[in-house]
Every structure is written in structure tokens, then in C-alpha cells.
């Protein structure tokens, strides 16, 4: 895994990674946006088993249960942000929108849907996905190899 960028600061900062292919993939995407003056900033790559099993922990808290949980966040296991692969993004021209259903009112998020294609990149769960996951316009997946296309060859044809 390579480094992507970092989120947050202070004791909160965290370094964000993703896969070499999809990482020099991605930087050619946020530069090209920044010379469109669009601020395009990783909020959480590459996340392991033990990480997702925490976040999975605190959505069971949050909504009661497993099942309630799993349509917000994947299970330990199956979340794509294990393959090193996908990324969560927010805008960094409008803080406080971060994993939010706000982020599709953003420049960042108008870029990306118009131009993401063109660097490898699509969103994992549009509105109304056939894999019945709920929209999440700041999950991305880089799909722009043979080897990262097939690992989402399954979710890719449901949708």
C-alpha cells in the first residue's frame, strides 16, 4: 500500500492509503482537479479487518443492531476498502461534510461524477445500486486495471 494523503490534524490526523496502481491513479485525479480548482481529499483508504470490525462495532451502537448496521457500514470482511482499492473522498473547500450525504451538493462531488471515468475511478453505491446498498456519493472504487476491475466484476454487474 502506498500513502495517498492525510485526514484531519492534530492527535485526529490519520494517513490514508491505497493500492500502488490505484494510488498513482488517484493522484493524477486530485491534481487534475486542483488545476480545476476543485479540492478532492481522501477521507479513508485502505482499511484492515481489525479497523473495519471497530467501525462495524460503533454503527451497531449507533442503530441497534447487526442488520441495521450492515446497511450503513460492510461487515468485518467484506467492505471494499479492504482490497486497497476504494476510497472514501470529501471536498476540502466545504469542511464538516465528510461522509455525508451533503457531499453530493459539492464541487468535489460534480468533478468527480463528470470526470472520475477518465482516471479509473467510479462510485461504488449510486442511488438505487443493485446491490441494495444505501448511496454513499463519497465511496469510490479505481477499476481502471483488469486485475481491480475483476475484483469488483460481482458488485459491478448488479449495479
Same mark, same amino acid.
Given at each position: 500500500?502506498?500513502? =495517498?494523503?492525510?485526514?484531519?490534524? *492534530?492527535?485526529?490526523?490519520?494517513?490514508?492509503?491505497?493500492?500502488?496502481?490505484?494510488?498513482?491513479?488517484?493522484?493524477?485525479?486530485?491534481?487534475?482537479?486542483?488545476?480545476? *480548482?476543485?479540492?478532492?481529499?481522501?477521507?479513508? *483508504?485502505?482499511?484492515? =479487518?481489525?479497523?473495519?470490525?471497530?467501525?462495524?462495532?460503533? $454503527?451497531?451502537?449507533?442503530?441497534?443492531?447487526?442488520?441495521?448496521?450492515?446497511?450503513?457500514?460492510?461487515?468485518?470482511?467484506?467492505?471494499?476498502?479492504?482490497? *486497497?482499492?476504494?476510497?472514501?473522498?470529501?471536498?476540502?473547500?466545504?469542511?464538516? $461534510?465528510?461522509?455525508t450525504f451533503a457531499f453530493e451538493n459539492t464541487d468535489a462531488y460534480r468533478w468527480l461524477t463528470r470526470y472520475a471515468k477518465e482516471f479509473g475511478f467510479e462510485m461504488s453505491f449510486p442511488s438505487n445500486n443493485g $446491490?441494495? =446498498?444505501?448511496?454513499?456519493?463519497?465511496?469510490?472504487?479505481? =477499476?481502471?486495471?483488469?486485475?481491480?476491475?475483476?475484483?469488483?466484476?460481482?458488485?459491478?454487474?448488479?449495479?
Amino acid at each position: 500500500m502506498m500513502i =495517498v494523503g492525510s485526514y484531519a490534524s *492534530g492527535t485526529e490526523q490519520r494517513f490514508e492509503f491505497l493500492n500502488p496502481e490505484a494510488c498513482q491513479a488517484f493522484m493524477k485525479m486530485i491534481y487534475a482537479a486542483r488545476d480545476a *480548482g476543485v479540492w478532492i481529499i481522501p477521507v479513508s *483508504g485502505f482499511r484492515s =479487518v481489525q479497523q473495519q470490525e471497530k467501525l462495524f462495532q460503533n $454503527q451497531i451502537k449507533r442503530h441497534g443492531s447487526a442488520k441495521e448496521a450492515a446497511k450503513i457500514s460492510a461487515p468485518p470482511g467484506h467492505s471494499e476498502h479492504h482490497t *486497497g482499492f476504494a476510497i472514501d473522498l470529501t471536498d476540502g473547500k466545504s469542511p464538516k $461534510q465528510d461522509i455525508t450525504f451533503a457531499f453530493e451538493n459539492t464541487d468535489a462531488y460534480r468533478w468527480l461524477t463528470r470526470y472520475a471515468k477518465e482516471f479509473g475511478f467510479e462510485m461504488s453505491f449510486p442511488s438505487n445500486n443493485g $446491490q441494495g =446498498v444505501s448511496f454513499e456519493p463519497w465511496h469510490w472504487r479505481y =477499476v481502471g486495471s483488469q486485475d481491480a476491475a475483476a475484483i469488483f466484476a460481482n458488485a459491478r454487474n448488479k449495479s
